[in-house]
């Protein structure tokens, strides 16, 4: 039986590719030069909220992972922009740490609202949000997403809510900081908090972002997510 | 008059029970059809639903148990014991188990799959094409006695699950499938594990969003239960108070999971 001359050619050529991407990953791992390498190519840790797999709507309507965030200190709470009571409280506290911030300071944090309600909060209805409650373009990150990735992010935040008779929600209050790669440095429950907490939280986040940044962490791939 | 309004009647029952049977035959392989049904929360506050309509579902008859959680970590070994990420489950996920792909003398293959977090429990489910149930879901198939489908109604059973969660857990778990039947022909409800549902996080709001404490107040001031629709299902108390104490990364001994499908 004599081999196909194409088929051969094929395989000798997808073998020497294969070879070469893995000559080229196997050089890049050990002595990856810091700088040059895209931050989002490293392993995430395991304690890291951008583990998460969910995809996400922003007002602008661009589809996002949660991962998209990373790089900046995150300032993070659940809301829904019907809340009467609330929400703007919420979003008057994290309004409070921005404010506490220096120029220098903000440049390196972000502040992201995920909404509860998937079925009323639409983009448009975020992007009035926005408009309404003066959320800087650029800092603010305003997301909505399917019921179950929002059922599983306020699962990893720790935050509870559900759906009342008159089709409001009923939640707890959640303040969380992440740090650049995405892990909850401090969690703040309740209202009217007091936010210097939170602002050194996010402060010192931000100066250890600034240090952290040009190391390269290599941990390896992540396995195929199930779900 | 009468007479006809009588036979109608009957033509409805039998088209309802029809109905449930042609329910029954949908249900895919080890999973139970369960009828459209109303659940009536035990425990809310002022403002929640006092009924919500649960749509027709299949629920597994039996909790995962060991040997099939065991296949699920296989096929994904971000989930094994060593490498699941402690975001999604704490230190001691599936700790009775001998390995990562060993059960060991501590974990029974037919016992139910304990020790496992919300997180890996919805992975498990997600990947067999199912999900998790609902707290309404749930709460109506287990609400329901071995003779009725109301097992309020039924105070034998009752006094069963109420037995249960009054004594300690036991070190090894028994098989699933030893306890009776209920209603639906869906087994080990009450009796062996506590059980993740998909929507664990809102049994109850802490710091409510209007200063509405209602519900955290009644479960756990001094009136106790009297925030109950009825007084005598303090199971149902015991297991919302249960939920509003687990975080999703949580793993229990005693705490395991079945899945749901929506039909």
């Known amino acids: 039986m004599r081999e196909n001359p194409i088929i051969a050619r094929k395989a000798f050529w997808f073998a020497a590719s294969v070879s070469w991407l893995v000559l080229l990953t196997g050089c890049a791992i050990p002595g990856r030069p810091s700088g040059s390498v895209d931050p989002g190519a490293d392993a995430l840790s395991g304690q890291s909220l951008y583990q998460l797999d969910s995809m996400w709507t922003s007002d602008e309507g661009r589809e996002i992972k949660l991962a998209a965030l990373r790089g900046r200190v995150q300032v993070v709470a659940m809301m829904f922009t019907r809340c009467q009571y609330a929400c703007p409280a919420i979003v008057h506290d994290l309004k409070r740490i921005e404010g506490a911030l220096s120029d220098s300071e903000r440049a390196n944090v972000g502040f992201t609202l995920i909404s509860f309600d998937s079925e009323r909060d639409s983009v448009e209805a975020l992007r009035d949000y926005r408009q309404t409650q003066r959320l800087a373009p650029g800092r603010w990150t305003l997301l909505r997403g399917g019921p179950d990735d929002v059922l599983e992010l306020a699962a990893l935040l720790g935050v509870k809510f559900k759906k009342d008779a008159s089709g409001q929600f009923s939640h707890s209050t959640l303040i969380a900081t992440l740090n650049p790669e995405g892990e909850i440095v401090l969690k703040q429950s309740g209202l009217h908090q007091d936010l210097e907490q939170a602002v050194r939280a996010v402060r010192s986040a931000a100066a250890g972002a600034r240090k952290a940044r040009p190391v390269a962490k290599p941990e390896g791939k992540r396995a195929p997510d199930p779900r | ?263």
């Open chain 2, 1 to 263: 008059m009468a007479s006809r309004r009588l036979i109608r009647l009957a033509l409805a029952a039998v088209g309802a029970a029809s109905e449930i049977l042609a329910m029954a035959a949908e249900a895919p392989p080890g999973m139970v059809a369960i009828p459209p049904g109303v659940y009536r929360p035990a425990f809310r506050a002022d403002s929640d639903l006092k009924e919500i309509v649960v749509q027709p579902f299949a629920i597994d008859r039996y909790p995962v148990t060991n040997a099939e959680f065991l296949e699920f970590v296989r096929a994904h070994p971000r989930w094994r014991r060593s490498q699941v990420k402690p975001i999604f489950a704490d230190s001691q996920y599936l700790k009775h188990w001998a390995g990562d792909l060993e059960l060991g003398p501590g974990a029974a293959t037919n016992a139910p799959a304990t020790w496992v977090s919300w997180f890996a429990a919805k992975a498990y489910a997600g990947w067999k094409g199912k999900r998790l149930p609902s707290t309404a879901e749930w709460e109506l198939v287990a609400g329901s006695g071995t003779t009725l489908p109301d097992g309020e109604k039924d105070p034998e059973f009752l006094k069963q699950v109420a037995a249960w969660h009054s004594s300690p857990a036991p070190e090894r778990l028994s098989p699933v499938g030893a306890g009776k039947a209920n209603f639906y022909g869906v087994h080990d409800l009450h009796g062996l594990v506590w059980e993740w549902v998909s929507d664990f996080n809102a049994s109850m709001v802490t710091g409510d969003a209007r200063g509405d404490n209602g519900l955290e107040r009644r479960l756990f001031c001094g009136g106790g239960a009297q925030g109950a629709k009825d007084v005598s299902d303090y199971a149902a108390y015991l297991r919302f108070g249960f939920r509003s104490s687990l975080e999703a990364r949580y793993v229990v001994h005693n705490l395991g999971f079945r899945c749901a499908k929506t039909l």
